[in-house]
């Protein structure tokens, strides 16, 4: 048969608590962490300022010009206005010329003739002609 050995057990070595180790490095770990975080957020706040600083001058810079082209646009709108005032009257007059129905009356007020079958009529001055006195005692 065979023989079995017996198991043995290894002690288990009971150590001191490392507590008073830890504390101490903790607060180490506290400090540099709190450190890191200032140094971080002070990074971030004057980075911060820095592109603020910069927007601002890019800004202040842009103005003149944003003002220029405004007074530009207000200038050409109102000629766009204009033209298209003219424009509309230019259609009318085109409109008119072009329509055969008032083709005799274009005529007649480019040459000044008239025609065959109008008389024309010319207006006195009431000053001219004297009334006849038989003429106001009727009235």
Same mark, same amino acid.
Not at 39 to 65: D, F, G, Q, R, Y
């Given at each position: 048969?065979?023989? =079995?050995?017996?198991?043995? +057990?290894?002690?288990?070595?009971?150590?001191? @608590?490392?507590?008073?180790?830890?504390?101490?490095?903790?607060?180490?770990?506290?400090?540099?962490?709190?450190?890191? #975080?200032? #140094?971080?957020?002070?990074?971030?706040?004057?980075?911060?300022?820095?592109?603020? &600083?910069?927007? =601002?001058?890019?800004?202040?810079?842009?103005? @003149?010009?944003?003002?220029?082209?405004?007074?530009?646009?207000?200038? #050409?709108?109102?000629?766009?206005?204009? =033209?298209?005032?003219?424009?509309?009257?230019?259609? !009318?007059? +085109?409109?008119?010329? +072009?329509?055969?129905?008032?083709?005799?009356?274009?005529?007649?007020?480019?040459?000044?003739?008239?025609?065959?079958?109008? &008389? @024309?009529? &010319?207006?006195? !001055?009431?000053?001219? #002609?004297? @009334?006849?006195?038989?003429?106001?005692?009727?009235?």
């Amino acid at each position: 048969m065979q023989a =079995t050995k017996p198991v043995q +057990f290894s002690q288990v070595s009971q150590s001191q @608590p490392i507590q008073v180790k830890s504390k101490v490095s903790s607060k180490q770990k506290k400090s540099t962490y709190i450190a890191g #975080i200032t #140094i971080e957020s002070t990074a971030k706040l004057l980075t911060n300022i820095l592109l603020s &600083i910069c927007v =601002t001058s890019a800004l202040l810079k842009l103005l @003149p010009h944003y003002q220029s082209i405004q007074e530009k646009l207000q200038v #050409i709108e109102s000629e766009i206005e204009t =033209t298209t005032e003219r424009l509309n009257n230019e259609k !009318e007059k +085109f409109s008119r010329y +072009f329509d055969p129905s008032q083709a005799q009356t274009i005529m007649q007020e480019q040459s000044n003739r008239l025609d065959s079958n109008q &008389i @024309p009529i &010319i207006w006195l !001055e009431n000053n001219s #002609i004297q @009334p006849s006195s038989e003429s106001n005692s009727s009235l």
